[in-house]
């Protein structure tokens, strides 16, 4: 119940194309949905994050789309460029706790 | 900006030593916690606190215990390090009281560690 499952675990996109990554949760109390993104040797720091009342939070390139009644999110990157190549984490909080769920991660790399 | 520092980038130990992973923040945070990252295991929590001297077991926290005797600081320790305990880790800390959106969690970057 506590589990967010990410898919894929690696993708290799090349420049200019979409990436998508994809995560779905069980818990229905989960109710913040941060997307972190990690560059090799630094910590993760968070990208974008969207609430379960909207379906979609845009923010340059970046945009989250949430499907509350399939429990799913996803992450698209438009106009993927090298400079994205990273890992990325999607996660899950429950109003009030401070723990978040992370999910396993994927590599993206964005070929030039 | 919030900094989080890890004493140590690399950290090489022998099985069985006792080994201590430290961890301070600059922001007056309540919150810290000590993450493990693993290729396809993601970021799993070992321990966080909430306070000074307060703690709570994560979903991992067999083998490790903690120590916040300052709010800046907090300590993880490996009493008896074992090679399954070979992994990055990583510390977070963040405020209480305001919205994620406003202060997420911030990470240092990280200790990568070596049980040999």
């Known amino acids: 119940q506590q589990q967010v499952k990410q898919s894929p675990q690696s993708l290799i996109v090349q420049k200019g194309g979409i990436s998508i990554i994809n995560c779905a949760y069980e818990?229905?109390?989960?109710?913040?949905f941060p997307w972190y993104q990690q560059f090799p040797g630094k910590g993760p720091a968070l990208l974008i994050a969207i609430r379960p009342d909207v379906s979609e939070k845009k923010e340059g390139r970046f945009t989250i789309s949430f499907n509350k009644s399939a429990k799913q999110f996803s992450l698209h990157i438009m106009d993927s460029q090298p400079g994205d190549s990273a890992t990325y984490f999607c996660a899950a909080l429950i109003q009030g706790a401070q723990k978040l769920v992370f999910g396993q991660g994927t590599r993206l790399t964005i070929n030039p | 900006d919030v900094k989080v520092t890890q004493s140590s980038r690399y950290l090489v130990k022998r099985t069985g030593e006792k080994v201590f992973l430290e961890c301070v923040q600059d922001?007056?945070?309540?919150?810290m916690f000590w993450y493990r990252q693993d290729p396809g295991l993601g970021l799993r929590l070992i321990y966080f606190?909430?306070?000074?001297?307060?703690?709570e077991k994560g979903d991992i926290p067999e083998g490790y215990s903690v120590s916040r005797e300052k709010k800046e600081r907090f300590s993880l320790i490996l009493e008896s390090a074992s090679t399954n305990q070979t992994s990055m880790y990583l510390c977070?800390?963040?405020?209480?009281?305001?919205?994620?959106?406003?202060?997420?969690?911030?990470f240092g970057d990280g200790t990568r560690l070596s049980i040999l």
């Open positions: 977070a800390s963040r405020p209480t009281g305001r919205g994620y959106s406003n202060q997420p969690q911030h």
């Open positions: 606190s909430y306070d000074v001297k307060m703690k």
């Open positions: 922001m007056d945070h309540e919150n």
């Open positions: 818990n229905t109390a989960f109710d913040y």
